[in-house]
């Protein structure tokens, strides 16, 4: 790093583009010391509070009249653990609050935990095999009972018996949870674990009451009264709930934060289209907010204008890619096709998964279909930006991709379509029914195209694409197909189960029912030691060096190619103060949001 | 009377057999699964996935799942909602109040324009009057319900900003303002309905009308001298309205499917939008309850209109 670099680092932090704690971290990495990092910043003219923090104004509680919501797919159940979708965990997060949130830049806030666990004062064992997670003293269910450690023990057996089929489960069942004192409980891990803050934590740490819960736990989870009546300890106390349709919370006047919340009442309205539901944020004013605007951008710009709202991008990390089958999807082996025991004809070949990287045009991707909704990339892990790999660099060159094909024995035949040892290089494309992907799949075909590589295009209702339906022949993870796009998600700002759909040990196979995650089936010793290696690894700079070179081996490889990545796209009234966060429900400080007069 | 009406009940129950067997076999065969969302999320197990399925039985073959759903339907219990695990019974009696509502207000509108409309036209044929009426119902049911409530919604929320167009069930408040809100928002579902039914069936009353009017005991009122108004009112729509009557009942089942477009439109939280959500999300046992639901409503209002028929026409006997 030199000093140049350094100087457009700290300008960054100035004006906000990175966050004080990212920047240490970079600087971090190349062996200066957090308090280094933090004088540089002062003398680059970065005081300490300059902080991206959100400033809450408002002075007094209550007073803010109604907060209105609108989420086109309303929340149909209102327990955390049987959240099924975002909509469900929103709807639960108005009243429940896990014990830390994830902030727009991937760090931790707490909620209900006093603290955040760090090494200094010993809350977060050095080894990485345990974490002490503290509550905040006083705190009540919105029934007035207190909330202590005994309820955290009981939202983890809740969570982790099968019996219960949570969908929790996976962030319990490994770990063992014991009691410390009344308010702290000690999480255990079986192996060094450096991404510790998953259980308790975020849109899978929402705790429910343990003497609500205690009789329901297991076979019976589905009789317990309070899946639809939720009792919390959120800044909203449940009034009402219409499966499907509306959730009404009002003010809770225990809350534990000071001067919050701020509105009176909170009505989360469900139903509808995403469209209109923009219409009545952005163009009517009759809502405050809605969620998961799937609208065009160039649609979202033209109600912006002289409207009453505004649509605010939050960035993430889903990332909209083609994979490229590593094997055979016209062969059959043992009763499945695409089986990991066989090889595609074509893009065993590096040259033409190279070629095929350098026909898909990403700029005009963005530009011309997706706007600010879809950000062009050459990288598969996009965010937080300690993860993001500066090696790659993304390149539409149709007269490249002729060169290496040419280059590598592909000739022209009379019909322009290129071949090499009598196999033609004609591929079939395909993804969900869905207005941009066909858009996508058009520009990539036109494309290739003119390198000589003939596209046949194929688009599968979203409903089959997605379904984990084990008879259907279209599923995403069957892929019988040579490529095929869609989007896949990062719900973490950790990316260790992000990046575990390309280990050797995921592969999508007819034995674990395609419910392997690696569904290009690519295997690659390399990407599994280094998986295995970020698992372990402690020291949060090697780990992050880890995953970019992961990123970079499926990049550099072609394993997929990187479309554009999808940023979070909301809808809110100019009017309304609500800080949100790609690594968590939108609702995830709801305590925060207020009204500007 | 009474035998007549056994005989068509137990008539009803094979018919109502024969459509739950199709409806479960349709969907049974229709792509898709109620855990699709669990799916693509990385941080849900397969595992999970397929406890669930095997906890709600999805992996059976068709036909136990079936008749497991048949016992369990002649006991009473509908079942539960995959997505919300709330029994269906509850979800369906928790959104007919509304559906009820704006139902029985569109119907009650398209009545209203209807019935004066239709015996005017009819008494004076091929008039101004008549030929007005007659293209504006034209237009009014060849537009379809999905067209005419983004229309107004266009026109009356987004450009004038008179009306809100997303529907509430439970406005805040009490008295006259909470009447007020709850007629603003009603007003556009229930003028895309109404208007969309009464177009038609003033087609229908115009026609029934003529049929009468020029009957010979309306010329034998009029020879007698008695008045024009009375002549029609007591003569003329008495007798006009029989056919009308059963025309209403006979197409309210009609009516609760053309809500259906409407109530997503306006995010009218009736059973026409449980069922379209219950459909996104694969929920079958949601969609076999509310089609069970129309499938239902459909028997029955053939019966109430056979039944009203012979009731206001006594030249109709049962046997």
């Known amino acids: ?597 | 009377m009474s035998q007549y009406l056994l005989r068509r009940l137990l008539i009803a129950l094979p018919s109502l057999l024969g459509i739950s067997v199709v409806l479960f076999t349709i969907l049974a065969l229709a792509p898709g699964d109620p855990f699709e969302e669990l799916a693509t999320n990385p941080a849900i197990p397969p595992e999970v996935r397929e406890a669930l399925r095997v906890k709600f039985g999805l992996d059976d073959p068709v036909w136990t799942r079936y008749f497991r759903w048949l016992t369990a339907m002649l006991q009473g219990d509908w079942g539960f909602s995959f997505a919300s695990r709330v029994d269906v019974d509850e979800l369906i009696l928790g959104r007919v109040p509304t559906t009820l509502i704006v139902i029985g207000s569109s119907q009650l509108l398209a009545l209203l324009v209807a019935l004066p409309v239709g015996v005017i036209a009819a008494t004076r044929p091929y008039s101004i009057f008549d030929q007005i009426a007659n293209t504006l119902a034209f237009i009014g049911f060849s537009l379809p319900t999905f067209f005419t409530g983004l229309l107004l919604i266009l026109v009356f929320s987004i450009y004038l900003d008179w009306l809100p167009f997303v529907y509430r069930a439970d406005v805040p408040g009490s008295g006259w303002p909470w009447l007020w809100e709850h007629i603003k928002q009603a007003i556009m579902p229930v003028l895309v309905l109404g208007l969309f039914q009464g177009a038609s069936m003033t087609r229908y009353v115009r026609s029934a009308t003529l049929d009468v009017i020029r009957l010979d005991y309306v010329t034998t009122a009029r020879s007698k001298g008695l008045r024009e108004r009375v002549v029609i009112v007591k003569h003329v729509v008495r007798n006009s309205l029989i056919p009308v009557v059963t025309l209403v009942a006979l197409q309210m089942p009609a009516v609760f499917g053309g809500a259906i477009v409407t109530e997503q439109i306006f995010r009218v939280p009736g059973i026409g939008s449980l069922l379209i959500s219950a459909i996104l999300a694969n929920d079958t046992p949601v969609i076999m309850g509310v089609t069970f639901v129309f499938a239902i409503l459909v028997i029955l209002f053939n019966l109430i209109a056979d039944v009203l028929y012979g009731w206001l026409d006594p030249r109709i006997s049962y046997r």
């Open chain 1, 1 to 597: 790093m030199d000093h140049r670099e350094l100087k457009n680092l700290i300008a960054r932090v100035k004006d906000g583009a990175m966050s004080r704690r990212a920047f240490v971290r970079r600087v971090a990495a190349v062996g200066l010391t957090a308090p280094m990092a933090t004088q540089i910043l002062a003398l680059g003219g970065v005081s300490a509070q300059a902080q991206t923090k959100f400033a809450y104004k408002p002075t007094k509680r209550g007073g803010g009249g109604a907060l209105k919501v609108l989420w086109w797919q309303g929340a149909t159940l209102l327990n955390p653990h049987f959240a099924v979708g975002t909509k469900d965990q929103e709807g639960s997060r108005i009243f429940y609050e896990p014990m830390a949130g994830w902030d727009a830049e991937g760090n931790l806030v707490p909620m209900l935990a006093a603290e955040i666990p760090n090494v200094e004062n010993g809350t977060l064992a050095k080894d990485g095999k345990s974490v002490v997670w503290k509550l905040k003293k006083g705190v009540k269910w919105h029934d007035g009972k207190p909330v202590t450690a005994d309820d955290l023990i009981f939202n983890w057996e809740y969570a982790r018996d099968p019996a219960t089929a949570s969908v929790t489960i996976a962030s319990y069942k490994d770990v063992k949870v014991e009691k410390v004192d009344d308010l702290s409980v000690r999480v255990m891990f079986e192996k060094p674990t450096p991404f510790w803050a998953d259980a308790f934590v975020g849109t899978r740490g929402m705790l429910i009451p343990k003497h609500l819960f205690a009789e329901y736990k297991g076979d019976k989870s589905r009789d317990a009264p309070n899946n639809l009546k939720p009792v919390g300890t959120g800044p909203y106390k449940f009034v009402d709930f219409k499966p499907g349709d509306m959730v009404r919370g009002e003010l809770n006047p225990d809350y534990h934060m000071p001067n919050r919340p701020y509105f009176d009442t909170i009505e989360m309205k469900g139903g509808g289209d995403a469209i209109s539901a923009a219409r009545a944020v952005i163009q009517t004013g009759e809502y405050d907010y809605a969620w998961n605007m799937q609208v065009e951008d160039e649609i979202l710009l033209r109600l912006e204008k002289g409207g009453k709202g505004k649509a605010i991008i939050t960035p993430g990390a889903n990332i909209e890619h083609i994979q490229l089958n590593s094997t055979d999807p016209w062969t059959e082996v043992d009763g499945e096709r695409s089986s990991a025991k066989t090889k595609h004809p074509l893009l065993s070949d590096p040259a033409v998964r190279q070629a095929l990287a350098l026909l898909v045009d990403r700029k005009s991707v963005q530009d011309h279909i997706y706007g600010r909704t879809g950000i062009a990339t050459a990288n598969f892990l996009n965010n937080p930006p300690r993860f993001t790999s500066k090696n790659t660099k993304f390149e539409f060159n149709v007269e490249k991709a002729n060169q290496v094909l040419e280059a590598a024995g592909w000739k022209k035949g009379s019909d322009g379509v290129r071949a090499k040892d009598g196999k033609k290089l004609k591929l079939v494309y395909q993804t969900s029914i869905n207005q941009p992907r066909q858009k996508n799949q058009a520009i990539v075909k036109q494309a290739a195209q003119k390198a000589g590589i003939e596209i046949e295009l194929k688009s599968v209702t979203a409903s089959v694409f997605f379904s984990s339906d084990v008879a259907n022949p279209d599923t995403y993870t069957k892929f019988y197909c040579d490529i095929q796009m869609y989007t896949t998600t990062m719900t973490q700002p950790d990316p260790e189960l992000f990046m575990n759909q390309f280990t050797s040990w995921e592969v999508a196979t007819k034995e674990n029912k395609w419910q392997g995650r690696n569904i290009t089936r690519w295997k690659s010793d390399e990407y599994d030691k280094a998986f295995q290696a970020a698992q372990g690894e402690l020291d949060p700079v090697k780990r992050a060096a880890l995953f970019i070179k992961m990123n970079d081996l499926v990049v550099n490889n072609q394993v997929v190619i990187p479309v554009v990545y999808r940023p979070r796209v909301a809808a809110a009234s100019l009017k309304l103060q609500a800080p949100l966060s790609g690594w968590d429900n939108d609702f995830w400080s709801l305590r925060d949001w207020y009204r500007e007069a």
